[in-house]
């Protein structure tokens, strides 16, 4: 169930993504569970793994920015500006979802989180497995992040078709979370990138 992170476990769980199952894996902060965020089936098996409430969204990796015109129709004039600065990172910037993304990736709010990884061989992951990939972390919903492919199998001994050990996360905080959608923008979650970073970016002197 737990295979070392490799060029041929990537191309596993491509096989794996590509025929509506569920994997984990390390992304930039802590391991994460993996669909493909547009097979609405998939991203249900997600919800009834953790035993998810309704009514949160589920943040999504992309390998590169060229994936975004799958997820959005049209991106905030500020997300070239945050994401020239501020990623590839453990930064979530929320942005205008289709209308085609599953109920659970968006919960209904008409936009969707995404994120583009720091660590190249999570960005070569989620490219393998078709550019974008949903990433919220891999516990049931009451429980710790987990931060080891091990912690990840004690979790949920059943449910995951295949676990990827890319090794321990060493970071202590899950990604900021941005959203650009609102006026003004509005950090969700402060986490790994800190509010004065985004400030010298953009302007969050109204924030409540």
């Not at 720091?118 to 974008?132: A, I």
């Not at 987990?146 to 004690?154: D, G, H, I, L």
């Amino acid at each position: 169930m737990i295979h070392p992170d490799s060029a041929t476990t990537r191309k596993l769980a491509a096989r794996i993504i590509s025929d509506g199952g569920l994997i984990a894996f390390r992304t930039d902060t802590f391991y994460g569970l993996g669909v493909d965020p547009l097979n609405p089936d998939a991203v249900r098996r997600i919800k009834v793994l953790k035993g998810r409430e309704e009514g949160k969204p589920i943040l999504l990796l992309i390998a590169d920015s060229s994936v975004m015109t799958r997820l959005t129709t049209q991106p905030p004039r500020l997300f070239e500006k945050v994401t020239a600065e501020l990623s590839p990172g453990p930064l979530t910037i929320i942005v205008p979802g289709i209308e085609s993304l599953p109920h659970d990736i968006t919960a209904g709010t008409g936009t969707v989180g995404v994120r583009l990884p720091k660590d190249e061989n999570v960005r070569q992951l989620v490219s393998e497995c078709g550019g974008v990939l949903t990433a919220t972390s891999a516990n049931p919903a009451t429980m710790e992040p987990a931060k080891a492919a091990a912690e990840v199998r004690a979790y949920f001994p059943t449910g995951i078709d295949l676990i990827i050990d890319g090794g321990e996360v060493t970071v202590s905080e899950p990604s900021t979370v941005l959203d650009i959608v609102r006026t003004p923008p509005r950090i969700i979650r402060e986490g790994a990138v800190p509010r004065s970073a985004i400030e010298r970016v953009i302007d969050l002197s109204d924030i409540l």
